[in-house]
């Protein structure tokens, strides 16, 4: 049996709030919506942490934060750790990734055979957290409201320079595929860093929401001491004393979010379109990493379990899967095993250390009753926040903060904590019994403790005396492109050209 081709595209903070059954129908997507219209569509799909690096490696190997530690966004990837790369690669895939993944450490490949840009973040320890100064702010790295502030318009910016090269290297290799010189099936991951902020975008998607209706958020600014615990943190690791955000600030950097969706939705019409013109078939996936509080409640970024950050946009079109909308909870998690069903390749012998579970039962109309774990462990928090989504309830506990409990279906906007009303105390019981099964908070927060220390320690000594980073450096092999004298012209040409002989 023919194993199927995969295409992966992934984005970066993209609030799956404005994917309820697809791209929100205000939105300028087309090509997202003509992918959604073939796709399974997961209404309610969460990341594993709403942080880039943790969120993205948990993505690739099905398992939680607290399992890989990657806690945050300096804390190493283990090479050790099987990713959906590895399997399909070991199973007799071509495994490519252009584009961002957020890998810490040395290893900058991850299981996949050919990686075509660097990474758009650094790979070292430099952003390690510390949770022996609770409230000390690392300014050099840490997010603050500047992005809001300075929301507008750019025709090139560091982030759509890079993506513009993303695209460009992808829609370059599904012509390579296309020439056939590798037999071998092929998994191509294409990884954006946007709509994440800053919120800055190119005039010609800018214009597309002069008009929008949804430039402010459904639920505005609150004041300070109205937050939760949590919330106040963020606000203080990002700054906010230090910026006056006025309504025509939340405004434009909701604008160009919008906008830089399109100018996403752009970028993977050239990569579908290039597979459509090579006559090339693909299972294709499109997921984010977290969200975007985009100014819901006065919170910005990630980093919390609101729906706007911890929510996803996750859809799959594949042959074994019928397009529709599936509503239960669901978790970026589950990516790994997913595929590697897809693609009939076995995940048996790491299945009990596995969180994630496959799909594909869901797009057969199968059901799932199990539980979606969220793990955060990264700046703004003082120690590890854990969450569970069952069925219509969400539940957040922390050793510092008070639980929280949301009913999702009654109240979507998440403004009424229910964890201390009496009426729902026998809920409350069975989440607190679910999260202790799962959770020693007191052993998760030593665990975090130890490798920021560790990593302080080996950061600061890598960066005294000479200095070898680990940013990856694409390989491209000048002797080996277009036509040199040890090859027969006659025959690279036929082998360069798709199609042959028309």
């Known amino acids: 049996m023919t194993k199927p081709n995969i295409i992966v595209f992934m984005v970066d903070q993209l609030n799956g709030k404005l994917f309820p059954d697809g791209p929100a129908e205000w939105l300028h997507a087309p090509n997202l919506k003509k992918l959604a219209a073939r796709s399974t569509r997961f209404k309610n799909a969460y990341t594993a942490s709403p942080l880039c690096a943790p969120g993205r490696a948990s993505f690739m190997s099905g398992q939680l934060p607290s399992s890989t530690r990657v806690y945050d966004n300096a804390a190493e990837f283990a090479s050790s750790i099987p990713t959906y790369a590895h399997h399909l690669r070991r199973a007799g895939y071509q495994t490519c990734l252009s584009g961002k993944m957020h890998f810490v450490g040395p290893d900058q490949l991850h299981g996949f055979e050919e990686r075509l840009t660097t990474d758009v973040y650094p790979p070292d320890f430099g952003w390690t957290p510390d949770y022996r100064k609770p409230g000390e702010r690392i300014d050099w790295w840490y997010h603050n409201m500047g992005s809001v502030t300075g929301a507008g318009v750019a025709e090139i910016t560091n982030q759509l320079e890079y993506d513009d090269e993303v695209a460009y290297h992808a829609t370059r290799k599904v012509y390579d595929y296309a020439r056939g010189l590798d037999a071998r099936p092929w998994m191509l991951t294409v990884s954006f860093t946007h709509p994440h902020d800053p919120y800055v975008a190119r005039k010609k998607y800018w214009d597309l929401y002069s008009n929008c209706e949804h430039l402010l958020p459904e639920v505005g600014a609150m004041e300070y001491d109205d937050h939760d615990q949590h919330s106040q943190r963020i606000f203080d690791a990002n700054d906010w004393r230090s910026f006056d955000i006025t309504e025509e600030n939340v405004k434009r950097s909701r604008q160009a979010y919008f906008a830089n969706i399109s100018y996403i939705d752009d970028k993977i019409g050239e990569v579908m379109e290039t597979l459509e013109a090579t006559r090339q078939e693909a299972i294709i996936m499109f997921v984010s990493d977290h969200g975007d509080m985009l100014g819901e409640r006065g919170l910005w970024f990630k980093m919390s379990f609101y729906e706007g950050s911890a929510r996803v946009p996750l859809m799959v079109c ?60 990264a700046e703004a928090s003082y120690s590890p926040l854990v969450c569970l989504r069952q069925g219509r309830w969400k539940y957040t506990n922390c050793a510092l903060d008070p639980e929280q409990l949301f009913d999702m279906e009654a109240d979507p906007l998440e403004l009424s904590n229910v964890a201390e009303d009496l009426e729902h105390t026998r809920v409350l019981e069975v989440f607190r019994r679910m999260a202790a099964e799962r959770w020693d908070l007191e052993q998760f927060d030593g665990e975090v403790r130890q490798s920021q220390a ?49």
């Open 318 to 377: 594949a042959p074994q899967m019928d397009a529709g909308l599936v509503e239960a909870p669901v978790s970026n998690i589950d990516v790994c095993p997913t595929l590697c069903e897809l693609a009939g390749v076995s995940m048996e012998e790491v299945m009990p250390w596995t969180t994630g579970e496959s799909l594909v039962k869901l797009g057969q109309g199968g059901r799932r009753t199990s539980p979606v774990a969220m793990e955060y462990a």
């Open 454 to 502: 560790a990593r302080w320690v080996v950061y600061e000594a890598l960066r005294s005396g000479g200095y070898f980073p680990w940013d990856y450096q694409p390989l491209q092999k000048a002797s080996e492109r277009y036509m040199r004298n040890h090859m027969d012209l006659n025959v690279l040409e036929e082998n360069q050209r798709f199609p042959r002989g028309e």
